[in-house]
């Protein structure tokens, strides 16, 4: 099992950008699906954004594209997201999650996924 830690969630302004890392306490391997999920208060699991780990192939959700990024740096386990251009919508808890060994474009589906981190809060604020 890896064990990811998320972190960089803060309350900002509306039009705002905010930087998310996740952090996994295993070497993350090319063909290692990562992905960031968001719940938002009363809406279901939403997934935001994947990354295949070294095959620079992403997914982005319709809701966050053109601002929403995420990238890798495999030397440090750590996957990022780079959010601009927030809005208010954009409020709710970040999760972290991985599927180990994936072939495939990296699904937006959260029930894909076997390891989760606990999650850092954004509030975006009009």
């Known amino acids: 099992q890896v064990q990811l830690v998320e972190s960089g969630g803060d309350s900002v302004q509306a039009g705002g950008s905010l930087r998310l890392s996740c952090t996994a306490s295993?070497?993350?391997?090319?063909?290692?699906?990562m992905g960031w999920f968001r719940r938002a208060p009363g809406k279901e699991l939403e997934g935001i954004t994947t990354?295949?780990?070294?095959?620079?192939?992403?997914n982005v959700a319709d809701s966050v594209e053109g601002r929403f990024t995420i990238s890798e740096d495999s030397v440090k386990n750590t996957v990022y997201l780079q959010m601009n251009s927030l809005t208010p919508e954009d409020s709710g808890m970040y999760l972290c999650?991985?599927?180990?060994?994936?072939?495939?474009?990296?699904?937006?589906?959260?029930?894909?996924?076997?390891?989760w981190g606990q999650g850092t809060q954004v509030t975006v604020s009009s």
């Open positions: 295993k070497s993350i391997y090319a063909g290692h699906c």
């Open positions: 990354i295949h780990i070294g095959r620079e192939s992403t």
């Open positions: 999650a991985a599927i180990r060994a994936y072939r495939g474009s990296c699904p937006l589906i959260p029930d894909d996924y076997n390891d």
